[in-house]
């Protein structure tokens, strides 16, 4: 698991490690490793360090410290190094220092210029390889500042790799909300432990590759909770069921399928398409749009009746294409009744009801995108959701006492109970294709049955089905997720192959 860990929580590791080390220790071992990871970027866009321009971006707090210590190093290794000043009378003394004796030189932003004449800035960009965000980091409150945003314009229109220090200004660590204008970075060098921002979108979109570097908080965090953890393969391999020598189908578990509707048979389709990639031993399809299901997949047991006289089965998945009417208010009344856990998607969602949720005591599992949870949350609007993933997600799973799966641009899965959220670290745009989502609820159902607790299966799923859509992108649809299935399962299991860069978890980075 990569886990992230919140401000105050890093903070608080950061001062117990402090109290135990000569001033300045810390800053100097972020800085380093900080250096350490431009100069391999230096070494990619440019061939070599020595010779190159660097521009550091330095507001007033640590996180400017950080970036004039690493100026410094990189001004000793040959580099030209100019530090752009966002508050000269603020910036850390004795970064500023180091730059300075290493060779470096700074400058005071346009903004911050009282007298004299203020530097060229886009003249300064137009030669430089590489720029180091060091405007602002945990201690960072809301979108850039007007005088930030004016010097961001220049290095954005500049097109210079940008190296964020600690976070990219202007996201919120916690939360991974980007209120206002934000730096867009090529790459993150974090410190001590990821930050919730770093795995959330939008925030995560900001950050380009995350380099984490170990300044030894480990021991200082290890009793402390994250607030949300991202599974790796190794996590997900563990988790995948498979039969044992003495199973027989009705062991591996049967998934319940109640899906569909004469104006919708596809979703059916779809769903028994997931579920019968996700372990269990068998399927079952109650509702109306069998002959659609057999047609497509003749190994499915289907009825036509109610999902209650279809068999028994050790999880349900109700919803996809269901549509709204009595029928399909009694399939969801019908399903919720069951003593089994249930995964709940789509037209589902419109039609359960909180208390009945509420009072199950077997699992259930909400499957929402943004616009069902903004619904499913009395309304509220749907930018609201996709900018506060993490608390929209843990409200819905606290109002309904139930596992939530809300899916987008990040997936993230809350639990009714306290404890850290669940980032999915795959996926990918092409998955925003009609039908992809009742691929994932069949998945998903089919890893219940199998006996996988909601919280796992939801990860689980998640992650084969971001993998499905990478591996059949570009210009997947929903079938070609569900084909995609069988060999990333596969893949995974078979571990621990390092993926092709680009195509699997670290696609998006991180060392
Ligand atoms: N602690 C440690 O041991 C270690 C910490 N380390 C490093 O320290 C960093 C934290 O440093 P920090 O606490 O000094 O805060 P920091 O992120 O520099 O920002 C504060 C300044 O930003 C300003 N500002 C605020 N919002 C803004 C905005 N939206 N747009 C623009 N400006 C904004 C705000 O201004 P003010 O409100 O005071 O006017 C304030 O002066 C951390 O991220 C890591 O890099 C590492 O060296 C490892 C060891
Ligand atoms: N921008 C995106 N990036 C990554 N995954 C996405 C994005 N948009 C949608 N998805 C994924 O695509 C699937 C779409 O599901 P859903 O919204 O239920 O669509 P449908 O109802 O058509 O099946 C979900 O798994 C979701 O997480
Ligand atoms: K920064």
Redo the contacts with the bound molecule.
Sequence with gaps: MRDAYSVETVRAAERELMARLPPGTLMKRAAAGLAAACAGTLGRVRGRVYGSRVVLLVGSGDNGGDALFAGAYLARRGAGVTAVLLSPERAHGAGLAALRSAGGRAVAAPGAVVEGAPVDLPALLGRADLVLDGIVGIGGRGGLRPDAVEVWDVVRDAGVPVVAVDLPSGVDADTGEVRGVAVRATATVTFGAHKPGLLLAPAREHAGAVHLVDIGLGPYLAGTAPVARAPRHADVARLLPGPSAESDKYRRGVTGVAAGSARYPGAAVLAVAGALRGGAGAVRYAGPAADAVVARFPETLVSAGPPSAAGRVQAWVVGPGLGDDRAARETVRDVLAARVPVLV??DGLRLVDVERVRSRTAPTLLTP?AGEAAALLDGVPREEVESARLSSARELARRYRATVLL???T?VIAGPEEGPVLVNPT???W??T?????V?SGLVGSLLAAGLSARDAAAVGAYL?GLA?RRAAPLAV?TDVADALRPVWRDVAEGPRRPPRGREEGARGET
């Design positions: 998607d789509a995108h899916k987008g641009s997936t996926g990918t745009g998955l925003a009609a039908g992809s989502g009742d994932l089905h859509g929903a």
